[in-house]
């Protein structure tokens, strides 16, 4: 699928690409469209992570923002915060993401604790 190509609207089609993330049938599709697009998604899956009442479609953010946000001070932030879900799975992958990225998550979380 080549959205930029279609001359699709990114800003529409990302939240329904989010929303696909909750269907068992269509969340590996929906993920491997939403990790495609890229850097552009970014703002709309930290969104979705801070904000939807999911824990699949938070989940399948931060599995996105690990592959593509790693050096991203606003993803770094947001896996941070996800840290604190109240679900296991999204805690889990988000500490997954965190290590993954490497020194620069990890000194970021040590100063998010310093202050």
Same mark, same amino acid.
């Given at each position: 699928m080549h959205v930029a190509q279609n001359k699709v609207h990114i800003d529409k089609v990302i939240p329904v690409l989010l929303a696909l993330t909750e269907?068992?049938?269509?969340?590996? @599709? /929906?993920?491997?469209?939403?990790? @495609?697009?890229?850097? #552009?998604?970014?703002?709309?899956?930290?969104? /979705?992570? #801070?904000?939807?009442?999911?824990? $699949?479609?938070r989940t399948a953010a931060v599995t996105i923002l690990k592959d593509i946000g790693a050096n991203n001070a606003d993803v770094i932030a947001a896996l941070i $915060?996800?840290?604190? +879900?109240? $679900?296991? +799975?999204?805690?889990?992958?988000? /500490?997954?993401?965190?290590?993954?990225?490497?020194?620069?998550?990890? @000194?970021t979380f040590i100063d998010s604790l310093n202050s």
């Amino acid at each position: 699928m080549h959205v930029a190509q279609n001359k699709v609207h990114i800003d529409k089609v990302i939240p329904v690409l989010l929303a696909l993330t909750e269907r068992t049938k269509f969340s590996s @599709n /929906a993920t491997s469209c939403l990790r @495609n697009i890229g850097l #552009e998604t970014i703002s709309e899956l930290i969104k /979705a992570l #801070e904000s939807d009442s999911s824990h $699949n479609v938070r989940t399948a953010a931060v599995t996105i923002l690990k592959d593509i946000g790693a050096n991203n001070a606003d993803v770094i932030a947001a896996l941070i $915060n996800a840290l604190k +879900d109240e $679900n296991e +799975d999204v805690q889990h992958k988000a /500490a997954t993401a965190l290590e993954k990225i490497g020194s620069t998550a990890i @000194n970021t979380f040590i100063d998010s604790l310093n202050s």
